[in-house]
């Protein structure tokens, strides 16, 4: 088992910057890739973005490349996602996920552990 915990959210004017954390603790030594997923009040979660286990390879969803970057660190168990323009249609519960080294994949069925989120509120 693999417990995730997100951190970092909180309210933020349009075109500021924030950036999230996501510790993970317990069977760590395990490689995994590492997404981020967000949703929106009323719409469905949507891919953020993803990193290989060893961060070499990271992708991004279409719209969200050049504003928000993810990085982790292995020794701390940690990964980021530095989200810089913030827009208010960025506004969101932000999940760090965690699933199979084999894919670095944009769909939620394949990430295997999920945190509870960090609420991220652009005002405009």
């Known amino acids: 088992q693999v417990q995730l915990v997100e951190s970092g959210g909180g309210l933020v004017q349009a075109g500021g910057s924030l950036r999230l954390s996501c510790a993970a603790s317990g069977r760590t030594k395990s490689t995994y890739t590492m997404g981020w997923f967000r949703q929106a009040p009323g719409k469905e979660r949507e891919f953020v973005a993803a990193i290989s286990w060893n961060g070499l390879t990271t992708n991004y969803a279409d719209s969200l490349k050049g504003r928000f970057a993810i990085s982790r660190d292995n020794a701390k168990n940690t990964v980021y996602l530095q989200m810089n323009g913030l827009k208010p249609e960025d506004t969101a519960v932000y999940y760090c996920?965690?699933?199979?080294?084999?894919?670095?994949?944009?769909?939620?069925?394949?990430?295997?552990?999920w945190g509870q989120g960090t609420r991220v509120t652009v005002s405009s």
């Open positions: 996920a965690a699933g199979s080294p084999l894919r670095i994949g944009e769909m939620g069925n394949e990430y295997n552990y």
